[in-house]
């Protein structure tokens, strides 16, 4: 037996991974071959020395300290996380209920720049609802998978309501009933993803 | 540290910090020791002690007691050598030199290897980095090889290729 093939032999035989056929064989090598013995020996000893090594070592100084500290700012990051998603969620409302306020009827909104108009609101409530989808997307490993699942059949049922009246808002811009059917598929977005902010923060 | 295990693991799942103190103070020495094997490093395995400490920490939730909370904490260890040592070296191709054999001294020399014993832990510090991973994990750790080649990304025969010459430099070495 020699080469490489002698040295994967011996250590599968050591390891006891050898067919039964193969050990038979070695073994009946073993019994003429004084340097094949003198190897798998010398490899019983290495293997029963390194698994003998003590398997606990004390570190050179304590570091629990740094362990702690790591520990101790990840929570603080995590609360500053927190408490950025739930300020980004009251900044959202007041956007949307700016937004909102836009398209009442001149004669219940008594200020209304000129200036703002259609395209401002659908802006804001594209870019806030769009943030708000993001910290559903972060957050959404936090709540059970049946909640995702609720929650993506309502988002969609209220994006196709929305879909579907500003469709018509561009159709007929000044209709106070389309207005505030949007109105309200604006809002119940809104509140649901800031739901997902208040769940996924408690 | 008299504590139940179970009740330590399930307080610091609630987030209690003294909890998962006493955990850290009863494993510390076998996942340094294992950390130290692994990089034959002394400041890296520092590193990666505390590395492998906070991971847990943000993982404990996920620990279900299917396993011993010890073999979950050393695989954890183990991923964290690797995945160090991976971005280590995407890093600044930084090569993990094994020229400190003292870092395998245990201080305090009252609880000292014997000699052999000693011999064998230089030996094995002195390794190549492949070499020293597989057999520290296989013959040290107690590793089956399908075990190691899903911990570390390598075949099976890479692992037992890497083994036996592992064993071969350490009898060169330890015949010397």
């Known amino acids: 037996m020699t080469g490489p093939h002698r040295e994967t032999t011996l250590n599968e035989y050591v390891d006891g991974t050898l067919a039964a056929h193969d050990r038979a064989s070695v073994e009946a090598h073993l019994a003429d071959c004084a340097a094949c013995r003198a190897a798998v020996a010398e490899l019983r000893s290495l293997s029963a020395a390194a698994a003998s090594l003590p398997k606990s070592i004390e570190p050179g100084r304590d570091l629990w300290a740094g362990v702690e500290t790591r520990i101790a700012q990840r929570a603080t990051w995590n609360v500053q996380r927190l408490q950025w998603r739930a300020a980004l969620a009251a900044a959202a409302a007041v956007v949307i209920a700016l937004g909102l306020y836009r398209l009442l009827p001149p004669s219940t909104a008594p200020y209304r720049p000129a200036e703002q108009g259609w395209a401002a609101v659908q802006a804001d409530f594209d870019r806030t609802t769009s943030e708000l989808g993001l910290v559903f997307a972060a957050e959404r490993e936090r709540l059970r998978p049946e909640t995702v699942v609720l929650l993506e059949r309502n988002l969609a049922i209220i994006d196709a309501a929305m879909a579907e009246s500003r469709a018509a808002l561009a159709r007929d811009p000044a209709s106070v009933e389309l207005r505030g059917l949007f109105a309200a598929a604006a809002r119940q977005k809104v509140e649901l993803l800031q739901w997902v902010v208040r769940v996924a923060a408690s | ?176």
């Not at chain 2, 939730?61 to 995407?90: C, D, I, M, Q």
Request: charged share 30%; glycine share 6%.
């Open chain 2, 1 to 176: 540290m008299h504590s139940d295990p179970t009740d330590l693991i399930h307080r610091a799942q609630q987030g209690d910090r003294t909890a998962f103190e006493a955990l850290y103070r009863a494993h510390a020495g076998r996942v340094y020791a294992l950390c130290l094997r692994l990089t034959a490093d002394r400041a890296l395995a520092e590193e990666r002690t505390q590395d492998a400490f906070v991971r847990a920490w943000e993982r404990l939730a996920t620990f279900r007691g299917e396993s011993a909370f010890s073999s979950w904490l050393h695989r954890l260890t183990v991923n964290e050598v690797l995945l160090g040592r991976r971005a280590e070296r995407r890093r600044e191709q930084r090569v993990v030199t094994s020229d400190d054999p003292a870092a395998l001294e245990r201080p305090g020399g009252a609880d000292a290897s014997s000699g052999s014993a000693l011999d064998l832990e230089r030996a094995v510090a002195a390794l190549p980095a492949g070499a020293r991973e597989v057999f520290v994990l296989h013959d040290v750790e107690g590793y089956r090889h399908e075990e190691i080649a899903e911990l570390t990304g390598i075949a099976v025969g890479t692992s037992k290729a890497q083994l036996f010459r592992a064993r071969r430099l350490l009898r060169e070495a330890l015949n010397r």
